[in-house]
């Protein structure tokens, strides 16, 4: 049975997707009015109950420079892997080894899976083509891998974005997890009348 409180949190989470619903509603018809937005809230509510989807925990958490450094470095990466890949296309004799890779990511929150999914395929060069949603496993093609250099090189790439994230957006469980320090154990040693150093 749940708490008044977990329900409150319940229906919390369902309104950004709610928003954005009337958002995509109202562009699609160019045009604000009243009615509009009724009908899009109507509309929203239906696709929200109808087709129910497991809420994304919101961290609730900013750090805002973190964040823009965050997305400084995005812009940086799509740039270089932008020249990357046009070089690639030009390039007298191409010689290419594409690859799959496996990338295990730390977190366990869905929210950082999404964005380090979105962060890695919107630069050139990648993209994510399964996820594997209980282990937090990213499955990518990536352009040009020659040697296991390139590989390792590209892993801790997308382990790097991951970690911008974390420090710009992430919960405390996920900070705690990417240094190392699971949430679990320090709980545990509360309990145990140990404070964790």
Same mark, same amino acid.
Not at 39 to 66: C, E, K, M, N, W
Not at 84 to 94: C, E, F, G, T
Not at 125 to 152: C, P, T
Not at 156 to 161: K, T
């Given at each position: 049975?749940?708490?008044?409180?977990?329900?409150?949190?319940?229906?919390?989470?369902?309104?950004?997707?709610?928003?954005?619903?009337?958002?995509?509603?109202?562009?699609?018809?160019?045009?604000?009015?009243?009615?509009?937005?009724?009908?899009?809230?109507?509309?929203?509510?239906?696709?929200?109950?109808?087709?129910?989807?497991?809420?994304?925990?919101? %961290?609730? =958490?900013?750090?805002? /420079?973190? &964040?823009?450094?965050?997305? @400084? *470095?995005?812009?940086?990466?799509?740039?270089?892997?932008?020249?990357?890949?046009?070089?690639?296309?030009?390039?007298?004799?191409?010689?290419?080894?594409?690859?799959?890779?496996?990338?295990?990511?730390?977190?366990?929150?869905?929210?950082?899976?999404?964005?380090?999914?979105?962060?890695?395929?919107?630069?050139?060069?990648?993209?994510?083509?399964?996820?594997?949603?209980?282990?937090?496993?990213?499955?990518?093609?990536?352009?040009?891998?020659?040697?296991?250099?390139?590989?390792? %090189?590209? =892993?801790?790439?997308? /382990?790097? &974005?991951?970690?911008?994230? @974390? *420090?710009?957006?992430?919960?405390?469980?996920?900070?705690?997890?990417?240094?190392?320090?699971?949430?679990?154990?320090?709980?545990?040693?509360?309990?145990?009348?140990?404070?964790?150093?």
């Amino acid at each position: 049975m749940t708490t008044p409180r977990e329900r409150l949190e319940a229906v919390g989470n369902q309104i950004p997707p709610l928003i954005a619903l009337i958002v995509l509603w109202m562009l699609l018809w160019g045009e604000f009015s009243w009615l509009n937005l009724l009908v899009g809230l109507v509309v929203g509510i239906v696709v929200t109950v109808a087709f129910y989807l497991v809420p994304v925990q919101l %961290s609730g =958490r900013l750090h805002p /420079l973190d &964040a823009v450094v965050f997305f @400084v *470095r995005l812009i940086l990466d799509i740039v270089r892997a932008s020249i990357d890949v046009s070089w690639l296309a030009v390039k007298p004799r191409l010689v290419t080894s594409n690859a799959i890779l496996a990338i295990r990511l730390r977190t366990r929150s869905d929210l950082i899976l999404t964005w380090t999914a979105v962060a890695t395929s919107i630069v050139p060069g990648s993209i994510v083509v399964d996820i594997d949603r209980e282990s937090s496993i990213l499955y990518l093609h990536v352009l040009n891998m020659q040697s296991a250099r390139d590989i390792e %090189s590209f =892993r801790r790439r997308v /382990l790097a &974005a991951e970690r911008r994230i @974390v *420090r710009g957006f992430g919960s405390r469980e996920d900070v705690e997890r990417l240094r190392g320090v699971r949430p679990v154990d320090r709980r545990a040693q509360r309990m145990n009348g140990k404070e964790p150093s």
